[in-house]
């Protein structure tokens, strides 16, 4: 039978920050081809490729949609080359260096009864204007109705892991001792090797055969426990952990305290004498305040907006990066790092900012390199299955009116100095206090960032901010 990429619109599946998303019921063999098949058109009317790359993450419906991506690629005359459970930015980056388009599979950090696609160019992310493209597209196939076997080519893991070990000594991590959350991690075959490699001694922590949602922009209470007991029962001098598809680092100190995304990546672009940051709104204002930084643009949330930035600051200085909240690191030019060159990769990575803090830290230790920076602090958390519309709609009338929206809050003390709408809506307050709600792009949640001079009160407005939304 034939079918039409219209079973995109027919799916229900939505593109959120980071690629396709949807209920895994939504992913249909059929619906994982119609994307297939609108990627590829898109992608041959710019470039010529007869290769395409995928891969997976540890998500139980992964390998069944990849299998129908594959299915569609075979139906085009293009061949597959599957390169299993790897992190994202692994199959990103070998795919850039081979110069063609890949797909991943991938739900990244939402729930398990949830699923998603990310597509990539030969040249890095797909932008905004390629999404609408694939949204739009007509091109006809063939119904899937046979799923092929996949065989399991290791070279993007192998290349992955040399990309980050040729830039260090064999020595960088000697007497250390790393933990690894493997959880679920599609990278957790990979990073115990990739420390070795760096002298470091390696202690595998919590592997899981069912798939963890882990949020590396709101952790959760027990994740905060078990990092802090693993580094006193092991002495860990650090440890290191992913999202589902590890492209979002979750690392911490000495302690097992967790570090923030966006402190991680500060560190990281720091000792790497970044000249531009592209980052998003909801970043951590400790970025300006560092002082490190020639240039600075503020983005709205998501891995294309920061990207779109690139080109720009290209044009006026040598070193281009970013990074989110999440903790993902975006390399947007070549770099130098112990003078070896590191090419770029322009899509969210978990591995560069977290060696990059190892190596920075290797003499004063990783909490005391933290506390030297100016403190201001971040804390983030989210209300889960909270409609987008409902969230879209309160916040368009506190857009039309902040001052009684502060009130409905009861922040009846708190005076506005700033309020910007360049993503969802960040209030900043008169003490320089920050409340910032957002909307999820990748599932029903509102989330609410606050920035204050310590933890307790960044928390303390949090938790007040998400219950009193809740009532409105």
């Known amino acids: 039978m034939l079918l039409s990429t219209t079973e995109i619109q027919q799916s229900g599946i939505q593109f959120g920050t980071s690629g396709a998303r949807g209920l895994v019921t939504q992913f249909s063999a059929n619906a994982c081809a119609a994307f297939t098949h609108a990627f590829i058109s ?3 009317g710019v470039f010529h490729f007869d290769k395409v790359a995928i891969a997976i ?3 139980p419906s992964s390998p069944a949609m990849a299998q129908a991506c594959v299915k569609a690629l075979e139906q085009l005359g293009l061949e597959a080359i599957y390169y299993g459970v790897v992190p994202t930015p692994a199959l990103a980056y070998i795919s850039m260096q081979d110069g063609i388009p890949c797909i991943m599979v991938t739900g990244s950090h939402i729930p398990f009864d949830r699923n998603g696609i990310k597509f990539y160019r030969p040249d890095g992310e797909i932008s905004k204007a390629d999404e609408k493209g694939i949204l739009t597209v007509e091109a006809e196939f063939e119904s899937i109705s046979d799923l092929p076997e996949l065989v399991v ?3 993007a893991a192998s290349v992955y892991i040399e990309r980050y070990t040729s830039l260090f000594d064999s020595s960088l991590l000697s007497g250390k001792r790393v933990g690894i959350y493997e959880h679920s991690s599609a990278g957790r075959d990979l990073y115990t090797d990739m420390f070795k490699a760096l ?3 390696v202690i595998a922590l919590e592997r899981s055969d069912e798939f963890v949602p882990i949020d590396t922009e709101a952790v959760s209470e027990a994740d905060k426990r078990k990092a802090k007991n693993w580094s006193k029962e092991f002495n860990l001098d650090f440890i290191f952990s992913t999202d589902g598809d590890g492209d979002r680092p979750l690392v911490s100190d000495e302690k097992g305290n967790w570090l923030r995304g966006d402190v991680l990546g500060l560190i990281c672009a ?3 004498d970044i000249e531009a940051l592209a980052v998003p709104i909801s970043c951590n204002t400790a970025i300006e305040k560092n002082q490190a930084f020639e240039h600075i643009t503020r983005t709205k949330v998501g891995s294309p907006y920061v990207i779109a930035e690139f080109e720009a600051l290209a044009k006026d200085y040598a070193s281009v990066a970013g990074f989110e909240a999440n903790g993902g690191f975006l390399l947007g030019s070549d770099a130098i790092v112990n003078g070896k060159t590191i090419k770029a990769l322009p899509t969210r990575d978990a591995v560069l900012p977290a060696l990059m803090l190892l190596a920075a830290a290797k003499e004063t230790g990783i909490a005391s390199l933290v506390n030297a920076l100016p403190q201001r602090v971040t804390h983030s958390d989210r209300i889960q299955n909270f409609a987008t519309q409902k969230s ?5 009338q506190a857009k039309e009116a902040p001052e009684v929206f502060l009130q409905s809050l009861n922040f009846s003390d708190a005076k506005l100095a700033a309020l910007d709408t360049t993503d969802g809506l960040r209030m ?6 920050v409340v910032h709600f957002r909307p999820s792009g990748n599932a029903p949640e509102l989330r609410c960032y606050a920035e204050s001079v310590s933890i307790d009160q960044a928390k303390s407005l949090v938790d007040h901010a998400l219950k ?3 009532l409105i």
């Open 42 to 44: 898109c992608m041959q």
């Open 57 to 59: 993450d540890n998500r």
């Open 153 to 155: 080519n290791h070279k």
């Open 199 to 201: 002298g470091a001694e």
């Open 270 to 272: 720091d000792a790497m």
């Open 392 to 396: 879209q709609g309160i916040l368009a």
């Open 428 to 433: 900043t307050f008169a003490n320089d206090d």
């Open 468 to 470: 009193q939304i809740q």
